[in-house]
């Protein structure tokens, strides 16, 4: 497969890298699968060790301190912990999906890493429809998901996978949406020339639909304010109820191997991936993996869970909407070539209309109903 290779010189012209690198076709596929898991394991204890850290700091209390120096080592203790504990299925279950499950809702999170580059040509597969890929494959994780609830026997899992299934239906549409907007600035589904053709981050070109498709990413994954489906306060522990030990610590896994990849999804589209001045290429895709997940650690601590009714209107009463408009939007401005032409007059032009359309939309057209329950 080709991987390309962007020289900026003028106009800029590509220069393909030969497909054979590092060596052959499957050291290749060896070398860059390692690196995709060993990055995904690696990313899951960082991030959680930031949430936890983080989100103690913002409550003001210390999180964990006490495993490894400054709790470094507390991921490592957990995952220790749950994997000691006892592997218990319920009589009335269904024994394979019980335990196909958790293997089926991780396997897309990690498949996702294929397509996303760490640097110029470094991927698994450069594919030409990159991001179609990832949106198809990152829906079977909701197949996981299903199969845990019904094969648990337990009607509250079942219930909690629903929820799962209908929240992710109805912010898929939106979320593809924001990201057609970014596709047509770049002219190309592969997810490293979508990098290589911002010479300024999309998120200056495309706020809203950033906006959009981070809001609808972390209704996907189950992220507060969005996770009705595990929440304390909603039913029980949602579909991973009747889930223990190494099982449930794949589900677990398989929360934060997502967020990872919503992060990784958002800095790509929208942040310039890999492109940085002075440090590596792959040091700043990392730092900016970070900095979004930072911001969905941020929103946990400050907004309040919504309801059902309210996530569902959410969806289709809010995003939708607002992202046919972007669409449109957008449209309009690579039909006519002002993204080229007037390039600093449309990034103060679309943040204008991003911060009307949110005042306007939620203010006049959209509300949550806080005191009521919504139909």
Same mark, same amino acid.
């Given at each position: 497969?080709?991987? #390309?290779?962007?020289?900026?010189t003028?106009?800029?012209? +590509? ?23 060993g990055?995904?394991? *690696?990313?899951?204890?960082? #991030? ?8 103690g ?9 006490? *495993?490894?120096? @400054? ?5 490592v ?42 640097s ?21 994780? !909701? ?10 026997s337990?009607?509250? %899992?079942?219930?909690?996978a ?7 239906? %109805?912010? /898929? ?44 990413? $972390?209704a996907?994954?189950?992220?507060s304010? &969005? ?14 109820? /009747?889930? %223990? ?5 794949? @589900?677990?896994?398989v ?11 958002? $800095? !790509?589209?929208?942040?310039?991936? =890999? ?7 792959w ?9 979004? +997940? ?5 929103t ?27 669409? &449109?939007? !957008?449209?309009?401005? #690579? ?34 109903? =806080? ?5």
């Amino acid at each position: 497969m080709m991987i #390309v290779d962007f020289i900026a010189t003028g106009q800029g012209h +590509f220069q393909a890298i030969p497909p054979d690198w590092p060596g052959g076709f499957w050291w290749h596929w060896l070398f860059f699968t390692v690196v995709v898991i060993g990055f995904v394991l *690696t990313m899951v204890m960082g #991030v959680i060790y930031i949430e936890r850290r983080g989100m103690g700091r913002m409550q003001s209390r210390l999180g964990p301190n006490r *495993t490894g120096p @400054f709790g470094l080592l507390q991921p490592v203790a957990d995952a220790v912990k749950v994997l000691l504990k006892e592997n218990i299925v319920p009589a009335a279950a269904d024994k394979l999906v019980h335990w196909l499950a958790p293997v089926v809702a991780f396997a897309p999170a990690l498949m996702i890493f294929a397509v996303i580059p760490f640097s110029n040509g470094a991927l698994l597969a450069d594919l030409n429809i990159g991001i179609l890929y990832i949106v198809a494959i990152s829906s079977v994780s !909701t197949v996981g998901v299903f199969m845990a609830g019904w094969g648990s026997s337990n009607k509250y %899992s079942l219930l909690g996978a629903m929820r799962n299934v209908a929240a992710v239906v %109805s912010y /898929e549409i939106p979320l593809v949406l924001a990201i057609v907007g970014v596709v047509l600035i770049a002219g190309s589904l592969s997810m490293n020339q979508i990098v290589v053709a911002q010479n300024i981050p999309f998120i200056l070109l495309q706020p809203l639909g950033f906006l959009l498709f981070f809001a609808a990413g $972390c209704a996907e994954i189950n992220r507060s304010p &969005f996770d009705l489906m595990e929440a304390d306060s909603e039913i029980v522990a949602g579909f991973h109820t /009747e889930y %223990s030990g190494m099982k449930f610590a794949m @589900f677990y896994l398989v929360e934060y191997a997502e967020a990872v990849a919503i992060s990784a999804i958002i $800095c !790509t589209l929208f942040l310039g991936g =890999w492109k940085g001045p002075l440090l590596p290429p792959w040091l700043w895709f990392i730092i900016k993996v970070m900095l979004v +997940f930072f911001a969905m650690v941020w929103t946990r601590t400050t907004l309040p869970r919504i309801r059902i009714d309210q996530l569902m209107a959410f969806a289709w009463k809010f995003l939708f909407p607002m992202a046919i408009i972007n669409l &449109f939007i !957008t449209a309009l401005q #690579v039909l006519a070539g002002w993204l080229t032409q007037l390039m600093w007059a449309m990034i103060i032009v679309n943040f204008a209309v991003t911060a009307f359309m949110v005042l306007i939309w939620s203010r006049f057209f959209f509300r949550l109903g =806080w005191g009521r329950i919504e139909v």
